[in-house]
């Protein structure tokens, strides 16, 4: 096989500090092999470099080789492959965190009022409250909903937590929020650079504890059972009665 000789390299750097942490690099130099040349993108011509996995270092940041092109030039040294190969960052400070929020509400059906809520673990009694519905017909109230996120950065992920945690909420007040009122809705991840992950958690408040309301039905009937023109029995129907510790998942 023949020997590839490379060429003093030139570097140009953009963008980096060690404040920021940002880092774009291209560094381009010349490969030729003295017994008749090299192909472009043959083994020799990439200098040991792999796209997504080599790396460099330099003035504070670390940076993951993105890139790599090759092509066939005549040089004084002969027939020789040009190679230019791009280096970037990303934000790499594992202390990154980010949170958005949207407040917002929907219309719920509701059968009674209701102004106490405890921790949205519902009994199988009924709620009490004053009839508001007209003849077993629900009336729509409006639930305050809100959806937030928060991003986190890992070396390793909390895999076993992370999926776990979907679908349950949460156990002790979190963000201002009272226990019970938020939810789950989701998480993503992204491996956004070596040995780096980002990962987003999705969850949502509702100012109704995530229960709604439901009217007993008549036996072996479909009707709503009625006293006095309106729903006799009201109860609270909870479809995520499981928990988690949202500061022990969002660490």
């Known amino acids: ?20 942490r940002k880092l774009a690099v291209q560094r381009t130099y010349l490969v030729f092999d003295a017994a008749g040349g090299v192909s ?21 940041a670390t940076a993951v080789c993105t890139s790599i092109s090759s092509s066939s030039i005549e040089s004084a040294g002969g027939t020789a492959c040009q190679v230019v190969v791009n280096y970037t960052s990303v934000e790499l400070d594992e202390d990154f965190n980010a949170f958005s929020s949207e407040i917002g509400g929907t219309y719920v059906d509701c059968w009674r009022t209701q102004d106490s809520f405890g921790t949205g673990d519902p009994d199988a ?47 002790d007040a979190y963000n201002g929020a009272s226990i019970g009122s938020l939810l789950m809705r989701g998480i993503s991840v992204q491996y956004v650079s070596i040995g780096l ?5 999705k969850y949502e408040y509702d100012g109704f504890f995530h229960m ?23 109860k609270n129907i909870q479809p995520f009665p499981n928990k988690v510790q949202f500061s022990s998942v969002i660490a």
Not at 48 to 53: H, K, P
Not at 197 to 201: H, I, M, T
């Open 1 to 20: 096989m023949p020997t590839a000789t490379k060429t003093a390299e030139t570097w140009t750097v953009t963008g980096s500090s060690v404040d920021s």
């Open 40 to 60: 472009p993108f043959n083994s020799l011509t990439t200098g040991g470099e792999t796209v997504g996995s080599s790396t460099l270092s330099t003035q504070g």
């Open 125 to 171: 009694n009924d709620i009490g409250g004053s009839k508001i519905d007209s003849a077993g017909v629900p009336v729509s109230k409006l639930c305050i909903q809100g959806t937030f996120s928060t991003t986190r950065r890992y070396t390793v992920p909390p895999w076993s937590s992370l999926w776990s945690s979907v679908g349950k909420r949460n156990s």
């Open 197 to 201: 992950y980002e990962v987003q958690y």
């Open 212 to 234: 709604r309301q439901v009217a007993t039905r008549e036996e072996g009937d479909s009707r709503i059972w009625l006293l006095n023109n309106a729903a006799k029995e009201v």
